[in-house]
């Protein structure tokens, strides 16, 4: 392993937080988290992501919303 | 008087209520809506961006679902046909309202320097904090502005397999793509959004 490998370890790492990376290329890349504490942030910083944009754009149906669904496919149906 | 009436709707799995449906209860179809409104909802207004569009792509879904529902072929799941008809409704949506005119986020990609190690020494673990830095409202604010600003390619294929948390071959699906091509969306969806996270808290520029 090189010790500039952080581009390669990008190109991993969906594979590597999924747990589909080969065992050879998950030690290599945990060797290289072990000396390399930008790529272990950003490892950590992208396995992150998809739960807070997740978590962040969660949100509840407005019962009002509800409401007019329910009233525009009555009239929808209606004229069918 | 003995009735022999079925039983009620809401206990019936997603193709019994199909075949009622298109025996003509309407009840059934009802229910259909009432099942899946939240999840089309959500997938809608994560799609769109805001709730004024979402309600709209909510509404036309459900009428097409109702008119089409004959062209549902149950060797598929329904929640993937659903899905299939609420995110192609939600990029037509978007492409006849010119959407997407706001700077694309390649910006936020990391960056190498020739020696393929990372061009600056930002703080990119701040990115994983993101949550706790952030006022919450603020934060689902930007956090929907950042799909917002995806383009069609990424957006669907983040938010179908991160957000709706679908699986690869689901997303491919729905999005008539090959799984690897899904994976290869993802991933580059996953590192603009990381970095634009990382830009919000301040940890990376």
């Known amino acids: 392993m090189t010790e500039h490998y952080c581009r390669q370890c990008v190109e991993l790492l969906m594979d590597y937080v999924e747990g589909r990376l080969s065992p050879q290329d998950k030690v290599t890349l945990d060797e290289h988290f072990a000396k390399c504490p930008p790529c272990l942030d950003f490892m950590r910083s992208y396995r992150e992501t998809p739960r807070i944009m997740r978590e962040a754009t969660a949100t509840k149906m407005p019962v009002e919303v509800k409401q007019k669904l329910r009233l525009f496919l009555e009239q929808k149906k209606r004229m069918q | ?205």
């Open chain 2, 1 to 205: 008087m003995t009735t022999t009436a079925e039983p009620p709707v809401n206990g019936k799995s997603d193709l019994a209520l199909i075949a009622r449906v298109r025996a003509g209860d309407e009840d059934a179809f009802d229910a259909l809506v009432e099942r899946y409104q939240d999840k089309v909802y959500g997938l809608a207004l994560r799609l769109s961006g805001n709730s004024s569009d979402a309600e709209e792509i909510l509404q036309d879904t459900f009428l097409q679902v109702y008119r089409k529902l004959d062209q549902f072929r149950e060797e598929a799941r329904f929640s993937t046909w659903l899905y299939r008809v609420a995110t192609n409704t939600a990029l037509m949506h978007g492409r006849s309202k010119r959407r997407h005119q706001a700077e694309p986020l390649d910006d936020y990609l990391p960056k190498f320097d020739e020696t393929g190690t990372f061009a600056s020494s930002a703080d990119f673990g701040r990115a994983a904090r993101a949550d706790e830095l952030l006022e919450r409202k603020q934060l689902a604010q930007k956090a929907l502005e950042a799909v917002d600003r995806l383009s069609d390619l990424y957006r669907a294929v983040f938010v179908l397999r991160d957000i709706e948390d679908l699986s690869t071959e689901e997303t491919a699906e729905i999005l008539g793509l090959d799984p690897g091509v899904v994976r290869t969306r993802l991933h580059r969806a996953r590192l603009m959004l990381r970095g634009y996270l990382g830009n919000l808290v301040g940890g990376e520029s």
